[in-house]
């Protein structure tokens, strides 16, 4: 038997982290380890978390995006993980670039898990850093779903509304030339949905001719986030965009009162995390899911909507190429043949027998391989504290 620490952050949006640390939490026990939930926002949990330490005895501490990575021995200033030999297992939930204050210290006993596969060359690349693959997996859900002709939602999507071109608004300061490689770095990475974006930014920023790596590092890392999330934000309207012009109906959910498709739309109010996995999910009948920049993937409100009975609809990539069928578990939509998506839709909402052969299908191959319990297994096994 293991002893696990986990370590969570309570106030993030919509209380997905805290909700997903809980459900780990679960895991660990049902597999057999003794786990400990701990809030950063509490200081009792950082001095238990020190005594625990000092104690010698967790065999894991697991923390999304590295978050309390920093924490140091205040007789000798030392890494406190370092000085008492604890494995660190940060789970980046976004690209590397988004967290590098918390990966460039010199940190010996850390390990990163990485959602896409295409981080984990990123990290080991730049920082010669242990890191391996955790993608995205369903949360538990209730065995009881209802059935999907009796389900009140049609479409349902959920993700933050936010105008793409708000995020440009960063390099507004910067240099003409600079500000042309952007556009290029844009276009290419929306011509090649399936080439990492950091790939991308480095091909483009040769042409800038920056004195060094180092150089190339520090700015593509300026870069990056703000390109992310434009692309990512643009993807959704495009999408949308596509949908509204076919006149094909989604429930929104996230920020999208604001934007300018909701007066065709129905839009729903934010919700918390757990709110909508249990009261939203599972009245629809089909989950529309629009990646972020992931090359090999996935998405957990793809995946836990699919493990309640809902038909998994997703932009292509690695991930769903390698673990689903088009067709048959699952329907995925090419980003360079956008126009065929109002027909792959209209096909299954007038074929009810087809969507439900299709939905459980893709239930069944979520629940045999893409489970948050599967995923903990793998946590286990790459610091070999078995399963």
Known sequence: ??????FSVEKTAYGVQHFLMQEYQEYF????????????????????????LRKGSPDLILSFNNICLEICDSASSQNIYDLLDVPFCGYLLDHPAYHMNRIQGDYRTLSMACVD?????????????????????ACRVSENQEPLNKRSMRIFFAGTYSDP????????????????????IIEHAEANPLKPLMDIIHEELK????????????????LFAPIDRFIRSNRRIKVLDVLTRAGISVELCGAWDTSPFAKHHRV???VPYQK????????????????????????ERLLTGMLTGALGLTDANVFSQKHFVQGEDILSFDWNHLEELPHMLMDVMDKPNKLE????????KVREGHTWKQRIELILKHFNLGG
């Open 207 to 222: 042409a800038l001719e920056l004195e060094d790596e180092a150089a190339v590092l520090e700015f593509s890392t300026f």
């Open 29 to 52: 026990r049902e597999l057999g380890h003794e786990c400990t939930l701990l809030s950063f926002e509490s200081h009792a949990s950082l001095t238990f978390l020190e005594e625990e």
């Open 1 to 6: 038997m293991a002893k696990i620490v986990l």
């Open 165 to 184: 071109l708000s995020h440009l608004k960063y390099f507004e300061h910067l240099q003409d030339a600079t500000r042309d490689t952007i556009g290029q």
């Open 117 to 137: 596969s295409s981080h984990i060359s990123f990290i080991q690349d730049t920082f010669t850093r242990d890191a391996f693959y955790v993608p995205h997996a």
């Open 276 to 299: 909508l996995l249990g009261e939203m999910l599972g009245q629809s009948q089909i989950i529309l899911n629009i990646l972020p920049n992931y090359v090999e993937g996935s998405h």
């Open 357 to 364: 052969e299709i939905a459980l299908a893709g239930q069944e």
């Open 268 to 270: 729903h109010a934010a």
